[in-house]
């Protein structure tokens, strides 16, 4: 078995905030992705036990809490392993073997894992997740894993083909693997808060196109970013994100209603051609 140990370590808190441990296990499973529209092709998933699930498991962690992540390749090829904008990076796990790292933030922050072995890859066939480190108070807090799909593409690379991503034409544009109306009962991405709330959204785009995500009604401010023009501060209703951007919006809602949020990149409304089958979902504020 191979074991790597890697510890990023920040400052907690000035030891007011006493930290724990927290222990997950991520399995490299192979299955089949749905959509919207019953369409299906293969797909890889980084999931909490061996059971295939195409939504990749979110991670959520405390500030200044360590968190401790075991990789346990489920499948029959070997995968690699890596934490955005860290020096975690495992280049190998071969199929039955595993891997570990420890990772720590004193700091409200979002990083991307993903399979790095012959990216993009396996990335793109759907190894490719979210770790957040949330601040005391941050309850509300939605998880947006956003990506396009080209059901030809995905069927070559899982058969060993390449492809050419510079004629990629996606076909479906989903939110946690979903896509709309199936994203109004994920209560990870659909929001439903109090007006005066204060609402968190972390997004990552895991994807190889570019997004650009609209919100109807509410401005939201970019918290924390890691992309080349460092948005955070900015204040604003759409942010376009490049593939493995990250942005954690702050939102509080003054007014009730019901209010879409969309990319203003039009096709990705879309699933199979049909409207709105796509990258879409509406908020719910209440009084």
């Not at 498991?57 to 075991?70: K, R, Y």
């Not at 005391?136 to 799909?149: D, L, M, R, V």
């Amino acid at each position: 078995m191979r074991k790597f140990l890697i510890v990023l370590f920040l400052l907690i808190f000035c030891g007011i905030y006493s930290a724990v441990t927290t222990n997950k296990k991520l399995y490299i499973n192979r299955g089949v992705f749905t959509t919207v529209k019953n369409t299906t092709f293969p797909f890889l998933a980084f999931n909490s036990d061996t059971s295939f699930n195409q939504l990749n498991q979110v991670i959520v962690v405390n500030i200044g809490d360590t968190l401790a992540i075991t990789i346990i390749n489920n499948d029959f090829e070997p995968h690699g392993f890596s934490v955005k904008s860290t020096s975690i990076n495992f280049s190998n796990i071969n199929p039955g073997d595993s891997a570990h790292f420890n990772l720590t933030s004193n700091i409200h922050s979002a990083f991307i894992y993903f399979d790095n072995l012959n990216y993009p890859k396996y990335s793109y066939l759907g190894l490719s997740g979210i770790i957040y480190f949330k601040s005391p108070g941050a309850n509300h807090s939605y998880f947006w894993n956003i990506k396009e799909h080209q059901t030809s593409y995905s069927n070559s690379l899982a058969a060993g083909s390449s492809v050419n991503w510079n004629n990629y034409q996606p076909d479906y544009y989903t939110i946690n693997s979903k896509s709309f109306p199936d994203l109004q009962i994920d209560t990870m991405a659909k929001i439903n808060a109090h007006v005066g709330d204060t609402v968190y959204i972390v997004v990552v785009n895991t994807g190889q196109s570019a997004h650009s995500l609209h919100f109807h009604g509410f401005h939201t401010l970019s918290i924390f970013s890691n992309t080349k023009i460092l948005k955070s501060g900015w204040d604003k209703d759409t942010w376009g994100m490049y593939s493995m951007d990250i942005l954690i919006l702050r939102m509080i809602p003054d007014k009730p209603g019901r209010y879409s949020v969309h990319d203003h990149n039009l096709v990705a409304i879309t699933g199979g051609n049909t409207h709105p089958n796509g990258m879409f979902t509406i908020m719910e504020i209440t009084p």
